[in-house]
Structure formats: C-alpha cells, structure tokens
C-alpha cells in the first residue's frame, strides 16, 4: 500500500530528522516531453543548517508546557520528504526552536500540508502520556517483547497488562482517602504529584493489609509487632516490591 492511500485515510504526526532528505515539488513537464515525469525536484538544504533562520524569521506560538505556557519560534514549509528505494511523500515540516536556548532545535511533520505549525506541536505534545504509559508498564509491570511459543499468549501478554495498568489507576482512584499521602518524596526529589509507581504502592500496601488484617486479634498484648510498625513495613515493601 502506497502513502497516497495511507494519507488519504489518516494524517501522519511525528519527528523528523534535521539531516532528513528534503526536496522542492516537481515543476511541470512540459508538453510533448518524452520520458518518465520527475518524482521530485530540487534538493533542500537540511534543516540543520536553518536554525538561525527559524530564531530570526520564524514566528512565535504559545502552547501547553507542563503545566503551563511556552514561547517557541517555528519555521515552517511543505516539501517532499525522500527515502532512498520509496516514492517522495508530502509532508510539512515545522522545525521549532527555543528563544530561550534552554532547548535543543527540533524538528516536527505532518501528512496534512494545510495544518498549521502550533497545531502540528501541540498534536505531537499529546503523545507524551502514551509514552509515558508505555514507559511505565515496561519499568513497573514488566512488558517486554513477547516469547511465548503460543500466538494467542504472544497476543494476550501485553494488552493484559495494559489492562493491568488502568486496573490499578481504577483502584486508586477508589481509594481516594490514601490521597494526601500517596505522592512519595525524598529528601533530593520533592513530587507535588503522584506517579505510577505510587499507585501500585498504595495498591500492593492496601492489598497485604487486607489479606493480614482480617484475622488479626484487637488485643495489643497478642501481637509481636505493634500495628504503627506494621504500618512502616507495609508501606516499605510496597513501595520497594
């Protein structure tokens, strides 16, 4: 299936390399010209080499950064992105930089060639949480690539863990009284917010006080542990397990 199809169904949003092959449009043949009609026409120079233009003909947008707003200078075309051995396909490319220079260039396209530059940027900022999701099941869950001998385990494993992580954000969600104590910080790295990895804590710790607790007697002269004790290690394990 050629990318005239694929586009035609749905629009293609990702990085792109500063050293990417790029080139003009074909001109049109002229009339009565014999031989195959050229795929694609002068070579661009990389985007690379137009950092300087961006910072200083590049326009400025505002989008969502982490919680609040940044100022990007963006520069903008559309062009025919080549791979050696495939047809030439339109793209936009949108190669942001930072005024700020606290960020290194980047360079961003799209399939749509009508889309705007701000659009394009906030559209690939959204993909953060599936990376993030991804990252997270890998790190916590233990997803990795399959080896199962069975097709139908090798197809199940991973969407089952999936399944896994949004169960465990359900359960903390049911759990909505733990909230206050849920982010778990350090004396090197204060988190204003919970991670996955303080959900599954809490998961874990909730889970074991449960199996642990209900046979236990009300008398404290009757347990070898006092409960706050119990407390501390449970919430350790949990975290460390």
Not at 143 to 164: F, G
Request: proline residues 6%; aromatic residues 10%.
């Amino acid at each position: 299936m050629g990318w005239e199809c694929l586009t035609a169904q749905a629009t293609l949003i990702s990085r792109l390399r500063l050293d990417a092959r790029l080139f003009e449009f074909p001109q049109p043949v002229p009339p009565g010209r014999r031989g195959p009609k050229p795929k694609k026409g002068k070579r661009l120079g990389k985007l690379a080499t137009r950092v300087q233009e961006a910072l200083q003909q590049g326009g400025d947008i505002t989008i969502d950064w982490y919680r609040g707003t940044k100022v990007l200078r963006v520069l903008s075309g559309a062009c025919l992105w080549h791979t050696p051995g495939l047809p030439p396909l339109p793209i936009r490319w949108v190669l942001v930089v930072d005024p700020d220079g606290r960020l290194a260039p980047q360079a961003f396209f799209t399939t749509q060639l009508t889309m705007s530059p701000q659009r394009v940027v906030e559209l690939f900022i959204l993909c953060w949480s599936i990376e993030v999701t991804f990252e997270e099941v890998r790190r916590h869950l233990g997803v990795e690539t399959q080896r199962q001998w069975s097709a139908l385990a090798i197809a199940r494993t991973t969407p089952l863990l999936l399944a896994l992580f949004s169960l465990v954000c359900l359960m903390v969600h049911r759990l909505r009284d733990c909230w206050s104590s849920l982010p778990r910080s350090t004396a090197w790295y204060f988190k204003s917010q919970a991670t996955f990895s303080d959900l599954l804590a809490l998961v874990r710790r909730t889970i074991w006080a449960d199996a642990n607790y209900v046979k236990s007697t009300i008398h404290d002269d009757q347990v070898t542990i006092s409960r706050q004790d119990w407390e501390r290690v449970l919430t350790q394990l949990a975290a460390t397990a």
